[in-house]
């Protein structure tokens, strides 16, 4: 395997996902909050370090869905989950940033994003240009963990001053999300020719054809998807009724309360400045 895939440390990556972890566990003191957080860089690490993350840079589209499926759908929810509500209350406060996160985490405008971003992480331009040097490929598996943050906060329903899911709704969001976010499944699974001219060694690395490889993917990405999100959704919906909370009703929390009135504070001072004399 060295031969055809050298073997890389990966340092700048390496870097970047040790800091995180001690950036969290210094600022973050709940025991669950610092495993949850724990367990999505330990995936991180392994899905971007040698061997997994240059398969799926340069050798199987397979390898490289299963790659953004773990990203998307372990990594970015378990960091979510991982980060307390006030460290979200003090990102999102700055007003061009609360009203960008509230339109776009709005669950229709997120779902047409994460559709569009997420079938361009996989097109074969794409994945020609991050086959070309590790900075292309870590630029797009940042992208990637974007797309995962904004698949997932309207279905967790973590960040202030967003728009709130009931448990009902959040789990509908997540149930449909899996039918729209594998969009290119079809056309792997379905195209009678590889698609992907910058993968290669398939055979000798994982003994299977490219054409084979591509459909594989297709089926991987249904069922990657699938699988974890109507788990997800089904333990939403019946966790509320477990609990005795009305499927139908959306909570209150006190941080989208004082959101709204700092958005509220916000609109009163332009009017004054767009009603004061000059």
């Not at 990594?75 to 989950?81: I, Q």
């Not at 459909?215 to 998807?225: D, S, T």
């Not at 509320?240 to 958005?263: F, K, M, N, S, Y």
Request: aromatic share 10%.
């Amino acid at each position: 395997m060295t031969r055809l895939l050298p073997f890389d440390w990966h340092f700048v990556e390496l870097l970047i996902i040790i800091a995180a972890g001690v950036g969290h566990w210094f600022f973050v003191a709940p025991a669950r909050q610092r495993r949850y957080a724990l367990y999505a860089l330990l995936a991180m690490a392994i899905v971007t370090m040698w061997p997994i993350g240059d398969l799926a840079a340069s050798v199987s589209l397979t390898v490289a869905t299963v790659q953004r499926l773990v990203i998307m759908l372990f990594v970015a929810p378990m960091l979510l989950l991982s980060t307390p509500t006030a460290v979200f209350s003090r990102i999102t406060k700055p007003t061009l940033v609360d009203a960008v996160m509230r339109r776009l985490t709005h669950p229709g405008m997120a779902l047409v994003t994460v559709t569009i971003l997420g079938t361009l992480t996989l097109t074969p331009v794409v994945i020609d240009w991050g086959s070309r040097g590790e900075v292309n490929r870590d630029l797009i598996l940042l992208a990637v963990l974007f797309v995962g943050f904004l698949l997932w906060i309207p279905g967790l329903a973590l960040m202030p001053g967003t728009r709130r899911l009931s448990p009902a709704g959040r789990a509908g969001y997540i149930f449909a999300s899996a039918l729209i976010v594998t969009s290119l499944s079809f056309v792997w699974i379905f195209s009678l020719h590889p698609l992907y001219p910058s993968l290669h060694h398939q055979y000798a690395l994982l003994h299977m054809s490219p054409l084979f490889d591509q459909q594989l993917a297709g089926f991987v990405a249904k069922i990657g998807c699938y699988v974890p999100m109507w788990t997800v959704a089904f333990i939403i919906f019946f966790h509320a009724e477990d609990q005795g909370i009305p499927v139908e009703e959306t909570p209150l929390h006190w941080a989208d309360v004082e959101r709204e009135l700092l958005r509220i504070d916000r609109q009163r001072a332009r009017a004054i400045r767009h009603h004061r004399p000059s």
